[in-house]
């Protein structure tokens, strides 16, 4: 027999099962960090292009998309050492990995296509979209409206966007970033940093 | 009349570990220790006694030179969780009637 162990009732059964779930509860890592790197980075290569296209006319304005591997790398190295300190694996944050995931994939198909076809003209349209679909699903799954809404703004973005010059359009995924990554970033850092203290 | 609880999750600690381990999908040894507040000796042998009922799966393995235990919850050990909090909600059901 264990001598550890005190007999207990059903009620307790069900009272200990409800405390052990609920303790789990709040146990969704914190991923703001993905939300700001890729917001601040990307958000800061637009207006870059925009700069170099539009006010000093370098013909490469485009280099500064070169950055985005670069990201891709530190991003991956964070990923890799945060899951090695993380104790615990939800479900939802396994959700929230794939969706990135299959983004991550979209835009690299994306790309391909535009430089296949030469859609350049509507490529930012489709890359909000994607940002959209991204803060949306991650939003609604880990509960946090910051990022549910932003999703939204990415929505209405991607279909006004494409009505606008490649230029403009680029100021245009700036506004995105910052409604969608950076804000909501920001909200979601200082979530984490309250539920800590 | 009543349908017998499962001994092996009828006792706090196994109970408690898999209540916290089918809510998530995998959790380390030391998660678990610091949200049961268990002893590791005790915690160490009721999780044993999981794995050799094939209610858990455990996973030993060296992180940064570190040796790591990684427990997540069976499809067996779903269904007796399950078949479990049945039994219970019937019997608390019935004596409340009585």
């Avoid at chain 1, 859609?119 to 979209?129: D, E, G, N, P, S």
């Avoid at chain 1, 359009?169 to 910052?178: D, F, G, K, T």
């Avoid at chain 1, 909501?184 to 309250?194: D, F, I, N, Q, V």
């Avoid at chain 2, 990684?70 to 909600?89: D, H, M, N, S």
Wanted: proline letters at 3%; a positive charge; glycine letters at 6%.
């Amino acid at each position: 027999m264990e001598t550890n162990e005190k007999e207990f009732s059903p009620q307790e059964s069900l009272q200990l099962i409800h405390s052990m779930i609920s303790k789990t509860k709040n146990s969704v890592a914190d991923d703001s960090f993905y939300f700001l790197f890729w917001g601040w980075l990307v958000f800061g290569c637009c207006i870059a292009q925009y700069i170099l296209k539009v006010y000093l006319l370098y013909p490469n304005h485009y280099i500064v998309w070169w950055l985005m591997p670069v990201g891709g790398i530190i991003s991956g190295i964070y990923g890799s050492r945060q899951s090695k300190k993380q104790q615990v694996k939800s479900f939802v944050e396994e959700a929230v990995a794939y969706v990135w995931l299959s983004l991550a994939i979209s835009f690299i198909v994306l790309i391909i296509i535009s430089m296949t076809a030469n859609t350049w003209q509507t490529a930012f349209t489709y890359y909000i979209l994607l940002y959209g679909i991204g803060t949306f699903v991650t939003g609604s799954l880990i509960r946090f409206r910051p990022l549910v809404i932003g999703g939204i703004i990415n929505f209405i973005l991607a279909a006004v966007c494409v009505r606008f010059s490649y230029d403009n359009q680029l100021l245009i995924a700036a506004i995105a970033l910052v409604t969608s990554y950076i804000i909501p970033g920001h909200l979601l850092r200082m979530k984490y940093k309250k539920q800590k203290n | 009349m009543f349908k017998e609880l499962d001994p092996i999750l009828h006792s706090q600690l196994r109970l408690a570990v898999m209540s916290l381990l089918i809510a998530v999908k995998e959790a380390e040894f030391t998660y678990i220790r610091e949200k049961t507040n268990a002893t590791a000796g005790n915690l160490s042998v009721q999780v044993q006694k999981l794995k050799e009922v094939g209610y858990i799966d455990v996973a030993k393995q060296f992180k940064d030179n570190y040796p790591q235990t990684t427990c997540r919850i069976t499809p067996k050990g779903i269904e007796a969780f399950e078949a479990y909090v049945q039994a219970l909600q019937a019997y608390l059901g019935t004596s409340g009637k009585g």
